[in-house]
């Protein structure tokens, strides 16, 4: 089992920048790739990157493709999304999950762990 604790989430206005930071425990020896999702009211739960467990690679939803950056710090136990020049639509609930594949996936389902998530909240 991994437990995972996002933190970082808060208010900002439009072009602001945020770091979330997502805590693992337990089982953390394992070589999960760790993904960041969110989920924004009324809408269902949609994939915003990935890492694979080692760093080397990542992947990114369009929508935050060169304005937000995934990465871990393996001594850590820790995975982080920056957040840079946000905007009103990046409003929603941040998830943290782990998937014990060692490649990257994109689809819920795939991801076996999840945290609780986080709140952003952009104003414009």
């Known amino acids: 089992q991994v437990q995972l604790v996002e933190s970082g989430g808060g208010l900002v206005q439009a072009g602001d920048s945020l770091r979330l930071s997502c805590a693992a425990s337990g089982r953390t020896n394992s070589r999960y790739t760790m993904g960041w999702f969110r989920q924004a009211p009324g809408k269902e739960r949609e994939f915003v990157a990935a890492?694979?467990?080692?760093?080397?690679?990542?992947y990114y939803a369009d929508s935050v493709k060169g304005r937000f950056t995934i990465s871990r710090d393996n001594a850590k136990n820790t995975v982080y999304l920056q957040m840079n020049s946000l905007k009103p639509e990046d409003t929603a609930v941040y998830y943290c999950?782990?998937?014990?594949?060692?490649?990257?996936?994109?689809?819920?389902?795939?991801?076996?762990?999840w945290g609780q998530g986080t709140q952003v909240t952009v104003s414009s």
């Open positions: 890492i694979t467990w080692n760093g080397a690679a990542t």
């Open positions: 999950a782990a998937d014990q594949a060692w490649f990257i996936r994109v689809a819920n389902n795939e991801y076996d762990y």
